[in-house]
């Protein structure tokens, strides 16, 4: 029944920007649902990037990219985006929308559905 369809990557420079977009269908209460961006690098675990409260009301980011990143929602249109700002070459990675199992949710292990993960890939 639910069904994360994201879109926004693609290639971008070393300093560019971008915005992925999450939209969400069938999760029932969007508000109640906490909203994160993880992402994996080649290698690498995958991690949180960023996430927003179920309100909007709360944000938090990886070290690596506060300050240069926001993520918001539009809980009308049960749409989350993250805007990445000033990207880096080591950016590059997959990135997964991720639906909280409640409003402030953001662990591995309170992950209710993972998108389908959408490549940014960060040129030199």
């Known amino acids: 029944q639910v069904q994360l369809v994201e879109s926004g990557g693609g290639s971008v420079q070393t300093g560019g920007s971008l915005t992925l977009s999450c939209a969400a269908s069938g999760l029932g209460t969007f508000v109640n649902h906490a909203m994160n961006w993880y992402r994996q690098a080649p290698g690498k675990e995958r991690e949180l990037v960023a996430g927003i409260s179920g309100s909007g009301s709360v944000t938090w980011f990886a070290d690596s990219v506060k300050g240069r990143w926001t993520i918001s929602r539009d809980n009308a249109k049960e749409t989350a985006y993250l805007q990445m700002n000033g990207v880096m070459p080591e950016e590059t990675a997959v990135y997964y929308c991720?639906?909280?199992?409640?409003?402030?949710?953001?662990?591995?292990?309170?992950?209710?559905?993972w998108g389908e993960g959408t490549l940014v890939t960060v040129s030199s």
């Open positions: 991720a639906v909280g199992t409640s409003y402030l949710a953001r662990d591995p292990w309170a992950i209710a559905y």
